[in-house]
Nanobody, 125 residues
């Protein structure tokens, strides 16, 4: 069984920064891709960023966060991070960590096999 636990969410003013963490555990935790998604009230879950877990840390991110958000990994700690800078009110959402068995950097929720419970990020003055 695989467990994913997010942390680091909170309330931040526009223009501020947050770093989200997602720790993976479990005997079968052996993903090939890790990703972040977000879901705002009344909206569908949307892709934020993904990174290959093994080998070269190839990554991709949504156009809406390019240049502001950075995904990274620490394999020794079984942890993936999402550094979020220059936050905007429209970034307010519940942020979910996900793990995929596929090596493809999927951008759809259906590409991922395991999910965390989410951490709330609120950007407001």
């Amino acid at each position: 069984q695989v467990q994913l636990v997010e942390s680091g969410g909170g309330l931040v003013q526009p223009g501020g920064s947050l770093r989200l963490s997602c720790a993976g555990s479990g005997r079968t935790f052996s993903p090939n891709t890790m990703g972040w998604f977000r879901q705002a009230p009344g909206k569908e879950r949307e892709f934020v960023a993904a990174v290959r877990w093994r080998g070269v840390a190839i990554a991709t991110s949504a156009d809406s966060v390019k240049g502001r958000f950075t995904i990274s990994r620490d394999i020794a700690k079984n942890t993936v991070y999402l550094q979020m800078n220059s936050l905007k009110p429209e970034d307010t959402a519940n942020y979910y960590c996900a793990a995929a068995l596929s090596v493809r950097l999927g951008v759809e929720a259906r590409d991922y096999d395991y999910w965390g419970q989410g951490t709330q990020v609120t950007v407001s003055s």
